[in-house]
Nanobody, 125 residues
Framework: QLQLVESGGGLVQPGGSLRLSCAAS????????IGWIRQAPGKEREGVSC????????NYADSVKGRFTISRDNAKNTVYLQMNSLKPEDTAVYYC??????????????????WGQGTQVTVSS
Protein backbone atom coordinates (compact mmCIF):
# COMPACT_ATOMS: atom_id res chain seq x y z
CA GLN A 1 0.00 0.00 0.00
CA LEU A 2 1.40 3.35 -1.07
CA GLN A 3 2.09 5.57 1.95
CA LEU A 4 3.80 8.92 2.51
CA VAL A 5 4.70 9.99 6.05
CA GLU A 6 5.89 13.49 6.92
CA SER A 7 7.96 14.40 9.95
CA GLY A 8 10.02 17.29 11.27
CA GLY A 9 7.36 19.90 11.89
CA GLY A 10 7.16 21.93 15.08
CA LEU A 11 7.28 25.35 16.67
CA VAL A 12 10.09 27.68 15.64
CA GLN A 13 10.81 31.37 16.13
CA PRO A 14 10.83 33.78 13.17
CA GLY A 15 14.14 33.55 11.37
CA GLY A 16 14.63 29.96 12.45
CA SER A 17 14.95 26.77 10.43
CA LEU A 18 13.27 23.38 10.15
CA ARG A 19 13.83 20.37 7.94
CA LEU A 20 10.83 18.33 6.94
CA SER A 21 11.14 14.73 5.79
CA CYS A 22 8.78 12.68 3.66
CA ALA A 23 9.33 8.94 3.81
CA ALA A 24 7.65 6.68 1.28
CA SER A 25 6.64 3.07 1.75
CA UNK A 26 4.87 0.59 -0.47
CA UNK A 27 6.34 2.02 -3.65
CA UNK A 28 9.66 3.12 -5.15
CA UNK A 29 9.88 6.87 -4.75
CA UNK A 30 12.25 7.22 -7.68
CA UNK A 31 9.42 6.78 -10.19
CA UNK A 32 7.56 9.88 -8.96
CA UNK A 33 8.08 13.61 -8.82
CA ILE A 34 7.31 14.73 -5.26
CA GLY A 35 5.96 18.02 -4.01
CA TRP A 36 5.36 19.87 -0.78
CA ILE A 37 2.03 21.61 -0.39
CA ARG A 38 0.91 23.69 2.60
CA GLN A 39 -2.40 24.84 3.96
CA ALA A 40 -2.73 27.69 6.43
CA PRO A 41 -5.88 28.10 8.54
CA GLY A 42 -8.71 29.54 6.49
CA LYS A 43 -6.69 29.45 3.27
CA GLU A 44 -6.54 27.22 0.22
CA ARG A 45 -3.74 24.72 -0.27
CA GLU A 46 -0.62 26.23 -1.84
CA GLY A 47 2.04 24.37 -3.78
CA VAL A 48 5.40 25.19 -2.17
CA SER A 49 7.96 23.13 -4.06
CA CYS A 50 8.38 20.15 -6.35
CA UNK A 51 11.34 17.95 -7.28
CA UNK A 52 11.70 15.76 -10.34
CA UNK A 53 12.26 12.00 -10.18
CA UNK A 54 16.02 12.30 -10.49
CA UNK A 55 16.28 15.44 -8.37
CA UNK A 56 17.78 17.36 -11.27
CA UNK A 57 14.89 19.82 -11.55
CA UNK A 58 13.14 21.76 -8.82
CA ASN A 59 10.30 24.28 -8.68
CA TYR A 60 9.47 26.78 -5.94
CA ALA A 61 6.63 29.14 -5.18
CA ASP A 62 7.72 32.78 -5.26
CA SER A 63 6.87 33.09 -1.58
CA VAL A 64 9.62 30.63 -0.57
CA LYS A 65 12.30 31.09 -3.24
CA GLY A 66 15.72 31.63 -1.72
CA ARG A 67 14.57 30.35 1.68
CA PHE A 68 13.41 26.77 1.09
CA THR A 69 15.34 23.94 -0.55
CA ILE A 70 13.84 20.64 -1.67
CA SER A 71 16.01 17.55 -2.09
CA ARG A 72 15.64 13.80 -2.30
CA ASP A 73 17.52 10.62 -1.53
CA ASN A 74 16.01 7.88 -3.66
CA ALA A 75 18.16 5.24 -1.98
CA LYS A 76 16.42 6.13 1.29
CA ASN A 77 13.03 6.63 -0.39
CA THR A 78 12.85 10.06 1.24
CA VAL A 79 12.30 13.67 0.18
CA TYR A 80 13.31 16.65 2.30
CA LEU A 81 12.31 20.30 2.60
CA GLN A 82 14.88 22.52 4.27
CA MET A 83 13.18 25.70 5.45
CA ASN A 84 15.33 28.66 6.47
CA SER A 85 14.52 32.24 7.47
CA LEU A 86 11.05 31.18 8.48
CA LYS A 87 8.32 33.79 8.74
CA PRO A 88 5.00 33.76 10.63
CA GLU A 89 3.22 33.53 7.28
CA ASP A 90 4.90 30.15 6.71
CA THR A 91 2.72 28.73 9.49
CA ALA A 92 0.67 25.90 7.99
CA VAL A 93 0.18 22.17 7.76
CA TYR A 94 2.74 20.89 5.30
CA TYR A 95 1.93 17.87 3.15
CA CYS A 96 4.15 15.87 0.86
CA UNK A 97 2.48 14.42 -2.19
CA UNK A 98 3.40 12.27 -5.15
CA UNK A 99 2.56 12.93 -8.77
CA UNK A 100 1.50 10.05 -10.97
CA UNK A 101 4.31 7.80 -12.13
CA UNK A 102 6.64 9.53 -14.62
CA UNK A 103 4.68 12.80 -14.58
CA UNK A 104 6.64 16.05 -14.52
CA UNK A 105 6.61 18.54 -11.67
CA UNK A 106 3.76 20.95 -11.10
CA UNK A 107 2.94 23.21 -8.17
CA UNK A 108 -0.83 23.02 -8.50
CA UNK A 109 -2.16 20.92 -5.59
CA UNK A 110 -4.79 19.37 -7.87
CA UNK A 111 -2.04 17.68 -9.86
CA UNK A 112 -0.95 15.36 -7.05
CA UNK A 113 -2.27 11.83 -6.76
CA UNK A 114 -1.16 10.59 -3.32
CA TRP A 115 -0.82 12.56 -0.11
CA GLY A 116 0.68 12.18 3.33
CA GLN A 117 -1.17 13.08 6.51
CA GLY A 118 0.65 16.38 7.02
CA THR A 119 2.89 17.90 9.66
CA GLN A 120 2.26 21.18 11.48
CA VAL A 121 4.75 24.03 11.18
CA THR A 122 4.22 27.01 13.47
CA VAL A 123 6.41 30.09 13.24
CA SER A 124 5.87 32.33 16.23
CA SER A 125 7.78 34.22 18.88
Amino acid sequence: QLQLVESGGGLVQPGGSLRLSCAASGFTLGYNAIGWIRQAPGKEREGVSCISRSGGSTNYADSVKGRFTISRDNAKNTVYLQMNSLKPEDTAVYYCAALGMFRQCVLSPSGFASWGQGTQVTVSS
